[in-house]
T-cell receptor, first 115, second 113 residues
Framework: GAGVSQTPSNKVTEKGKYVELRCDPISGHTALYWYRQSLGQGPEFLIYFQGTGAADDSGLPNDRFFAVRPEGSVSTLKIQRTERGDSAVYLCASSSTGGGKGELFFGEGSRLTVL | GNSVTQMEGPVTLSEEAFLTINCTYTATGYPSLFWYVQYPGEGLQLLLK?????DKGSNKGFEATYRKETTSFHLEKGSVQVSDSAVYFCALPTTSGTYKYIFGTGTRLKVLA
C-alpha cells in the first residue's frame, strides 16, 4: 500500500494478557516511530528506529513494553501483562529521513482497550 | 530538553472567521517546526513546516511563521471552512541525541456553518 499500515485497528483485551501491534511503514522509509495517544492529548513518544536498531527507546514506560524491527521494515510493539492504564491509541509513523527535518507519515493507529 | 506549548481548545468559529492557534516552543538551537492536523477518523498528517528562522510555512490557506525572537510558530488562516474542523498539533524535534519529535497537546477546532 501507499501509506503506513497498522494492525489491528482495534484490540480489546483483558488485564494481564499479552498484545502485539504491527506497523508496516512506507516502503524505503528508514526511520520508524511509535507514539501513544490518550484521549485529548498529543502523541507521546515511545521509541524510534533507524533501520533495524532502536535509536531511542527512552519513551517506553516500563519493561512490559518492547518493540522490534528485525528487517528494517515492519515493526511490532509488544506489551506484556497489560494494565488498564495501557489503554490508548498506539500510533506508528515513518519517515524517509532522520535528523529532525523530515515529514512523519502516520498510520491510523491501533486502539487498545484493556478491560 | 525541547518542548512545545499550544493554546488549549476547543476553538469554535463561524465559517469565514479568522483563525489563530498559538504555539510557543523551547529549544536548543533552531530546529524545524511543524504543524500536523488530525481530521475526524483519520491519521495525523503534515499541514505545514518551516525549517529555519523567519521561514513561513503554508498549505491549504494556513500559514505559520517561525519567529525566533518570540519563540513562536502560531498557525493562522484568514477564512476558515467547515472542512477545517479537526485537531491541530504543533511539533518539533529534539536537537540533541536522536531527533525524536515532540508534540503539543493539540487544539480542537470546530467550524460552524
Amino acid at each position: 500500500g501507499a501509506g503506513v499500515s497498522q494492525t489491528p485497528s482495534n484490540k480489546v483485551t483483558e488485564k494481564g494478557k499479552y498484545v502485539e501491534l504491527r506497523c508496516d511503514p512506507i516502503s524505503g522509509h528508514t526511520a520508524l516511530y511509535w507514539y501513544r495517544q490518550s484521549l485529548g492529548q498529543g502523541p507521546e513518544f515511545l521509541i524510534y528506529f533507524q533501520g533495524t536498531g532502536a535509536a531511542d527507546d527512552s519513551g517506553l514506560p516500563n519493561d512490559r513494553f518492547f518493540a522490534v524491527r528485525p528487517e528494517g521494515s515492519v515493526s511490532t510493539l509488544k506489551i506484556q501483562r497489560t494494565e488498564r492504564g495501557d489503554s490508548a491509541v498506539y500510533l506508528c509513523a515513518s519517515s524517509s529521513t532522520g535528523g529532525g527535518k523530515g515529514e512523519l507519515f502516520f498510520g491510523e493507529g491501533s486502539r487498545l482497550t484493556v478491560l | 530538553g525541547n518542548s512545545v506549548t499550544q493554546m488549549e481548545g476547543p476553538v469554535t468559529l463561524s465559517e469565514e472567521a479568522f483563525l489563530t492557534i498559538n504555539c510557543t516552543y523551547t529549544a536548543t538551537g533552531y530546529p524545524s517546526l511543524f504543524w500536523y492536523v488530525q481530521y475526524p477518523g483519520e491519521g495525523l498528517q503534515l499541514l505545514l513546516k518551516a525549517t529555519k528562522a523567519d521561514d513561513k510555512g503554508s498549505n491549504k490557506g494556513f500559514e505559520a511563521t517561525y519567529r525566533k525572537e518570540t519563540t513562536s510558530f502560531h498557525l493562522e488562516k484568514g477564512s476558515v471552512q467547515v472542512s477545517d474542523s479537526a485537531v491541530y498539533f504543533c511539533a518539533l524535534p529534539t536537537t540533541s541525541g536522536t531527533y525524536k519529535y515532540i508534540f503539543g497537546t493539540g487544539t480542537r477546532l470546530k467550524v460552524l456553518a
